[in-house]
């Protein structure tokens, strides 16, 4: 039964989205906008929800006005940049979708050194216009990864050895808090938010501006060399006696996977960003004299073009779910168990990725940003994928490869590549860092209005 006050509180409502539309620059979709769709997709497509609204933002103000708007009407909060959350925090089932796909403008200042960049805009395109003027800054490895959601969780990529994390060249955020205000966070300004942001995620409010420090980059060695995986017994091992030792201009990643037209493989993949290219190749030489790899295609490139060969491929509607780990100093038994979950793999999309981290990165001090996980180690993502269905094989194999590496594992976990693993895993994320983040997410968001995210809970006031 239709009441008179049912009436009118959709009345009500029909005149507040209408409101709402007309104060933003972007569009606010609702179910049956022909994009409304399109918007609501995240890469990852496990997931399949129903946003009540979905605020396709263009600018800081229009961000202010969908957080007042969810705040008002106690909508749940989910915000976007580039779509590939992990765990489908992006989209949240009848809330609000804050949606900053559309904020992509990057300003370069070639002098300063400096880019603004909204957090739409996709790593791949940060490194790609930051090149046309010889300089870049650490990214993620992902081109299509929003820079929003990879910064604030840390930014881990091939540049860090040499230039430190993504965090470590913030220089300023421009972010919508709880409050509705729009607020500049830096050394100068609102300092205790600004050492929170970097590292913290998306806990204290939606990030609509970042400012990095830029850094010249010329040629690099760059490319893949690619194993079969019956040699990766001795190949990993190679690999990690490499790593181990690599100066700060070398990042190498190893992947476990299946290559089309090849099989299965191990690909290395390497960026040695030094001046001196003969030492680059000097340092890579006994990876590429090994067995030797059935193809090797590292060579002097722009670091473009090599940021561009790298970058995981992804699928339109390919489903996925991660489980990951830390792995601090890799013993036989580890590189042994390790290898024996990549021959189990269910399909063969699925696949094992180990980040190397160290260099400049490891030598900021952990309580000097939120991102706490300093010391040199690897994190290894287990990855599931499959095109259709549950993807129960997949998922099962993630967590049984997973669970086969906790005898080797180390606490802790970068924080973008956290899974569901709660509480627990949020405080050991940020070990003594917690604390702090949840007395500054306190004064900025004590409702915890942003919770769709690795949540750090506000700490009790009272």
Known sequence: ???????????????????????????????????????????????????????????????????IFAREHGLEIAVRSGGHSVLGYSVVDGGMMIDLSQMRQIAVNAERRIARVQPGATNGEVVQTTAAYGLATTTGTCATVGMGGSTLGGG?????????????????????TADGEIRTASADEHPDL??????????????????????????????????????????????????SAAPDE??????????????????VQAVYSGEDLAEGDRVLAPLRRFGPP??????????????????????????????????????????????????????????????????????VA????????????????NIGAWPEGAGEAETTWTWMARARMAPYASKGLYVNFLGDEGEGGVREAYRANYDRLAVIKARYDEDNIFRRNQNIKPAATR
């Open 294 to 363: 059935a193809a090797d295609l590292i060579a002097p490139r722009s670091y473009v073009e090599a940021y561009m060969m790298l970058t995981p491929p992804t699928l339109p509607g390919l489903a996925y779910h991660d489980t990951a780990y830390t792995l601090r100093q890799p013993s036989d038994a580890a590189i042994d168990a390790m290898i024996d979950s990549a021959l189990e793999r269910p399909s063969p999309m699925s696949l094992i990725n180990i980040h190397q981290f160290h260099g400049a990165a490891t030598r």
């Open 250 to 267: 070398l990042i190498a990643h190893a992947i476990m996977t299946t290559v089309p037209d090849f099989g299965p493989a191990l690909v």
């Open 366 to 381: 952990p309580e000097a940003t939120a991102f706490a996980l300093r010391e040199p180690h690897y994190s290894v993502v």
């Open 156 to 176: 881990i990529g091939w540049l860090m050895g040499r230039f430190g994390a993504t965090v470590d060249n913030v220089l300023a955020f421009e972010i919508v």
């Open 1 to 67: 039964m239709v009441t008179e006050t049912n009436r009118a509180k959709t009345l009500i409502d029909i005149a507040a989205i209408a409101a709402l539309k007309g104060r933003m620059r972007g569009e606010l979709l609702t179910p049956g906008a022909s994009s409304y769709d399109d918007a609501r997709r995240l890469v990852n497509g496990r997931f399949n929800r129903q946003p009540a609204m979905i605020a396709r933002c263009r600018n800081a103000q229009d961000v202010a006005h969908a957080v």
């Open 194 to 243: 600004f050492w929170a942001l970097r590292g913290g995620g998306g806990n204290f409010g939606v990030v609509t501006a970042i400012t990095y420090q830029l850094h010249q980059i010329g040629p690099v060695l760059g490319g893949m060399a690619l194993f079969p995986l019956a040699a990766a017994p001795l190949a990993l091992r190679q690999y990690y006696h490499l790593t």
